[in-house]
């Protein structure tokens, strides 16, 4: 207890870097010259790595918590932080070609690296409090960056994901409300303890209320309305950021929530294999015919949300439950990033269609799109297929056999659309199509983007057996 | 690396090479292909040459480094007598494609870089001896064989492979599904194959194994195909490429087989003896409804496409059997394993052979359609000696693989349960519907598309000759491959009965 009351500041340098570089790239970018705003960009890229290579080494250490108990530093933390940097990193990667030397462009990854602190402090909230910082940390930078693309769609887009988020918001303030009267305090310590003997009914309201807030977060069902909107209507850096890098602390969070108020009661894991079900069966479904890619991907992310709400169910139940939360998270990162960034090295393709005969133009660019199809369709040897089976896994292993079916069911339903799309890629070029671009320019920065990803899906699928033994580590408390 | 991951990665190497560097030529692109299938094929028979029998439950040249140590997963690979004769099956079937494919103009260096990859596939899951790397080989297959038929079939090809993809994939899943059923049931939990067929984990709990049985049997009979869930594959034979119907038929359809004496019999043989009945019947109804259709069909390839239904239906039926409750006929069980054993090399052999010539068929004249031809003896006689050959074998006339196969499979069946004598009419119906298929299409005048229909090219005939060459020998002398195929039929047979 002891350590755990003091401040110990240097525990969140991770996020404390990522911050600073935030500051620093927004004071700095409104004395950069248009043409210089790439120095920006390499502020905020030093600024994710110094927090990636903080991550790691803070890895080595034991768990523990800092700031009073109210932030824990543990494997989750960990891995939550460093997936967020390198994805984020990505993200920059999509940025450098489509809003390089844009009126915009700093401003924006200013936002990109606040809100990216937001998903950390998320991950690693022990406290309501903190909790609710880190989802205000991470929300509001993400209607700015939504809004940014400006236009019609940009505006609708934005508006949606703020009156969504807003509701959610308020849903999890109550949440903590009811929580922090039941429980007479916010620390997940003291909930842990107190709220086995407080009444069900309201104890479940509150977790309820929780869940809402991260749930918006995560784009699961039912707080999904935002995601297709928004990954249609805003440009591709910020789809790509907003279905990937929020989804990192939300999940993060919901685990370390369920886990710290399911002692010896699985009315919660219910609800979360139910939640799971539902976001991987309306996600998928509604996926079915939809001619936009990045529609077509938005709610794939739904229905992925879906996939990696099942370790959830199996919180406490199973040794598997943890590990396959994270590795999944990781695994579903890089690849959901490779599949957005693809679409952005293609923006004037906005329909499947247009997509064929990619494979002759632009060989390099279909086999990413590939990789990230298969990934997220979740074949081996590919790294979601290790987070798929792992997570099923831990259903089973965990009471809910049918759940680890209604993955495996899943899967199948979200291969059909899949296929819609990479089809055409592979097929004979029609006369008189749009054609593809030539590579280079400034798509080459998204091109690369993918291709690297891609490469990252396949090697994490491959190295799965040495990360794992990393992922294998108790939540700090 | 040991020989094992030499022949499983050396052809995925080269079709990654292969795949990434355009700067190959089409001519070099098929010269490469065939010489890594001749090379595989050496590689192949260096392990059979070097081959002892490793025990009951054993695997020679076996190789393990842990993979996902977190969920007891690991590279685990090794052979015994049931997959040393597929392995060998597989090369020779690859390289016969590879050569067969000499002079196709159609993308050669693309195509030759994955039919190797599918190689590598396949032989990496006749090896596999951990649950999650023979299913990580099970669906790549899956993946390879939709972009063979999607992107070098004819006819509605798109659509085949879609639905074949979509089929094959719903079974690999259930599988899948069964995989993780056996994970969780075993104390300690794993996907070791040798560990799980030891701890036989769900042994007393009929309602929990029945139903992994059930997910697993799914999953497997999709991929046989076995009816009702043969629906995949008529379309997917009709439009695919020559070379690809022989791999899917004579290599791909194994493995559905192949899953059943390497997994589920040995893992969950109180599941296996309690449904023996059932998949006895199921048995007996693809052999007998594969007859049947095959015989009211118009289009060859279709024909041959039932008849892998039929074919399939007999290996099914003799695994069946051996779950079946008969005092004192151990004998009778090993010897319809055993002939479940050869009759998959058989098929594979004398399939491939039959979908290559086929293939001629379209290449000439662009139609399977029987009735579009007559006389083509004349024209053609020595694709009419090699297509006779073929379906002589396929029919079991004795003195080919086939008529080994089928003998053991019915001595052994009849023996644990005579009313599997019923199947029987099966091989009578193949006889008829090849029979008439060869007077309406080789005798006669020449008529319809038969003038003018050139005669079998060198690399046709080297393709296929040595296929029905392999099936007669096998059925002259089948020592060779009983001697590897007994032990490891006999320990299976204890291990289902006891």
Redesign the interface.
Known sequence: MEASMRMLPALLLPEIIVFIGALAVLLGGSFLPRRRQWIARIVAALALLGAAAAAISAMFAPAQTAFSGTFAVDTATGTARIVTAVATLLVLGVASGEIAASPRESDTYALLLFAATGVMVLAGASDLLVLIAGFLLASIPLYGIVGLAGGRSGAEAAMKTYLMGALSGILLMLGVTVLYALAGGTGYALLRETLPDAPGAAVGAGVLGVLAGLLFKAGGVPFHFWVPDASQGTGGTAATFLTTVPKVGALVAVYRLVDTVSTGEDTLLFVAAILATASMFLGNLAAYWQNDPRRLLGWSTVAQVGFLLVPVAAAGRSG?AL?SLLFYLAAYAVTNVAAFAVTAALPRHRELAAYRGLVRARPGLALALLVAL?GLVG???LAV??GK??T??AA??GGY?WL??AV??N??LS??YY?RWF?PV??RPHQGALGFPQAGGAAAWPAATAGVAAVSSLALGLL??PL??A??GPLAM | MSMLSLIVFLPLAVAAVLAAMPAIGPTAGRWIWVAMSAAELVLVGVVWAGYEDPGPSGLAFEEQVPWIPGVNSSYHVGVDGLSLPLLAMTAVVFLACAVYALRDSDRPRVQAALFLFLQGVSLGLFVAADLILFFVFFDLSIVGMYFVIAGWGHGNAARSALKFFLYTFLGSLALLLGFIGLYVAAEPHTFDIPELVAAAPLEGSALTGGLVLAAVLVGLAVKTPTVPFHTWLPPAHTDAPAIGSAVLAGVLLKMGTYGFVRIAMPMLPDAWRAWAWVIVVIGIISVLYGAFVALAQTDLKRMIAYTSVNHMGYIVLALGAVGLLADDAAQARSVAVTGAMVQMVSHGLITAALFLLAGVMQDRSGTYDMGSYGGLAAPASRYAALFAVGAFASLGLPGFSGFIAEFQIFAGSIALAPVTAVALLGILVTAALFLRALQRVFTGPVEGRSPGFTDLRPRELWSVAPLLGLSLLIGVLPRFLLEVIEPAASALATLVRS
């Open positions: 598997l590990p298969l074949t081996p040897p297929f290790v089976l792992t099923a896994t089973w292993d056999g680890a079916l495996m069911l899967s199948l291969l059909f296929l089809a592979f097929a799965a057996g794992w033994a992922l294998e």
